[in-house]
């Protein structure tokens, strides 16, 4: 009887046996098929393209060539707004196009610059429309500051109501009557490229800059923190930190910081006219430039040979700042000038 049971035993053993056996057999069939149908239908990327995380919103822009990606942060705070082409009808007056490029670049968070991005162009038309009289150039500089501190006095109310921490840089650029005029609030940058006549080892690209950073390394900007209480401790890149972690003087919204002295005013660089040997309009969040200087992306715009698409230039130019080592959001809008266009 108990030889019978090891009979019954070893038998049921080969069943268990032969099933597992069919059953690897069939999920290694499945896996093998599944590889097979991934690797067929898969986009094989190039190297950057594996380790370049890509943008994952949609940018507002009309008629704009740029590129935006959060690097090697966990979240995309950049914003851009671009229209070369806003139409402006006045009444009982031909209508007026104007190029306007604003790149916001966030921190704690994307409130600020994504508020910002979405209002900038509608308030910034709002005010346009109440042009009688005046110097119209003049009004376009008047209705610009105006529209930035109109969106930091609205996102700082939400703020304060909401308990929000964030802010927001801004840098817009405005091209109207073959001139370029800029405002700035923060560390994001504008600048031109443009044509250099020497040859030899002076040749290159000529850089003219359009904004100046706002940290307490300008003595005007330090003074005025300062004299609200603000204190510069340690330093990050060289910058004085404002309480120990704050690396600029001007933002929209980071209420809590207004009592020492933050404030949203932009610095506008006025009108400058713009030449024949004006190549390109960079307009770029800081994350560009934790690598490359404006030197050196108007080098690398000035070496390229192809700029039958400045979308894919402005591409080219993140992944070589995020390969060079910046770690911060990247995002940049280029604008043709010139023999360029």
């Known amino acids: 009887m108990a030889r019978r049971r090891d009979v019954v035993r070893n038998s049921n053993k080969k069943q268990q046996v032969g099933s597992w056996k069919i059953m690897s057999i069939i999920i290694s069939g499945i896996f093998i098929a599944c590889f097979i149908g991934i690797f067929m239908n898969l986009k094989v990327p190039k190297p950057e393209e594996k380790i370049v995380p890509q943008a ?5 822009t009309k008629n704009c060539h740029f590129a935006s990606n959060k690097g090697r942060r966990p979240y995309q705070e950049d914003r851009i707004t671009c229209d070369l082409d806003l139409k402006i009808p006045f009444l009982g007056r031909k209508e007026v196009s104007i190029g306007v490029v604003a790149v916001f670049d966030g921190h704690i968070g994307e409130y600020a610059s994504e508020m910002a991005s979405k209002l900038f162009l509608e308030k ?21 500051v105006k529209t930035i501190e109109e969106i930091d006095a609205e996102f700082s109310k939400i703020a304060i109501e909401r308990e929000l921490y964030s802010g927001t840089t801004a840098v817009v650029a405005l091209i109207y009557n073959n001139h370029v005029l800029v405002a700035n609030v923060g560390d994001s940058k504008a ?15 000529i850089v003219k800059e359009l904004t100046r ?15 609200s209480g603000g204190i510069f401790s340690r330093t990050i890149n060289d910058v004085p930190l404002l309480n120990g972690h ?3 003087t001007r933002a929209i919204g980071d209420v809590p910081l207004k009592k020492y002295g933050i404030i949203a005013t932009p610095e506008v660089t006025d009108w400058i006219n713009l030449t024949s040997k004006d190549e390109f309009l960079v307009v770029s969040s800081d994350g560009i430039f934790e690598s490359l200087s404006p030197q050196k992306v108007c080098d690398f715009l000035n070496k390229v ?25 990247l995002s940049v809008v280029l604008v043709p000038l010139g023999s360029r266009v």
């Open 124 to 144: 910034f038309k709002f005010h346009l429309k109440n042009y009688h009289s005046n110097e119209f150039m003049d009004f376009l500089k008047s209705s610009l």
């Open 305 to 329: 040979e192809d700029y039958s698409d400045p979308s894919l230039l402005a591409k080219d130019l993140t992944l070589k700042a995020f390969l060079g080592g910046s770690r911060d959001n």
């Open 191 to 205: 600048f031109i490229c443009s044509q250099n006549d020497q040859r030899g080892e002076f040749a290159g690209e």
């Open 246 to 248: 704050f690396p600029m």
């Open 213 to 227: 950073d706002h940290n307490a390394l300008r003595l005007d900007e330090r003074d005025r923190i300062e004299a």
């Open 56 to 60: 994952t919103k949609s940018i507002p």
